[in-house]
């Protein structure tokens, strides 16, 4: 169980585009979702928390109008690069975490963007 | 979130209990001590958590000292699989709705 997805698993643009990633809680409705970004040999770096039906929350530095969340849904979250350019790619890993009482967070595969 | 401190790498021979030492010395009485993995270029893997009483799962067991101000990670039989980045954090009680404070981790190399 707790079983979370993400898509595109790899993406290639061209600066100027945007580009959306898709979480997925696959077997478990994600109250709470998390969207971190790493760096080639950093640790991940926590962007954005999100719950279902209201606006993210953004960490210091992030740029809300270029990060775009939408936690629409239990199970579905995304997160739009807009207007991605080289200094923006990276590896987009998003978390889920859903029972409550439950603490521990299950994490996607990950979503590695590369912009041109 | 109390910080936590790991060494930087570790290495292992296969088939050996490795041992992933974390110190937690600000830990406050109402947070666990988490342990996640990330193998390379994956998304990281919850392995196991606990407040003060040592832990055992399938993937790994927690021993936490008394004082609660360390604690390891113990793979008792390592495999190549078993290489990756490896996480301690502290998370408070009730902190689901928390993002994770990830540091360096141990970045474990399992030789065979």
């Known amino acids: 169980g707790a079983v979370v997805s993400q898509h595109p698993s790899r993406v290639i643009c061209k600066s100027g585009t945007s580009v959306k990633i898709e979480c997925r809680s696959l077997?478990?409705?994600?109250?709470?979702m998390f969207w971190y970004r790493q760096f080639p040999k950093k640790s991940l770096m926590l962007m954005a928390t999100?719950?279902?039906?209201?606006?993210?929350?953004?960490e210091q530095g992030v740029e809300k109008d270029k990060f775009l969340i939408n936690h629409a849904s239990l199970t579905l979250s995304t997160l739009t690069v807009t207007s991605a350019h080289p200094e923006d790619s990276s590896f987009y890993i998003c978390?889920?975490?859903?029972?409550?009482?439950?603490?521990?967070?299950?994490f996607g595969p990950g979503t590695r963007l590369t912009v041109l | 979130d109390a910080k936590t401190t790991q060494p930087p790498s570790m290495d292992c021979a296969e088939g050996r209990a490795a041992n992933l030492p974390c110190n937690h010395s600000?830990?406050?009485?109402?947070?666990?001590v988490y342990w996640y993995r990330q193998i390379h270029s994956q998304g990281p893997q919850y392995i196991i958590h606990?407040?003060?009483n040592n832990e055992t799962n399938e993937m790994a067991s927690l021993i936490i000292t008394e004082d609660r101000k360390s604690s390891t990670l113990i793979l008792p039989h390592a495999t190549l699989r078993d290489t990756a980045v490896y996480y301690c954090?502290?998370?408070?009680?009730?902190?689901?709705?928390?993002?994770?404070?990830f540091g360096k981790g141990t970045h474990l190399i399992i030789q065979p």
């Open positions: 978390s889920a975490r859903g029972l409550a009482g439950v603490d521990e967070q299950f």
């Open positions: 077997d478990f409705q994600a109250t709470t």
């Open positions: 999100s719950n279902e039906g209201s606006k993210a929350t953004y």
């Open positions: 600000t830990i406050s009485g109402n947070e666990y």
């Open positions: 606990g407040l003060k």
């Open positions: 954090i502290v998370i408070r009680a009730g902190g689901g709705a928390d993002g994770l404070t």
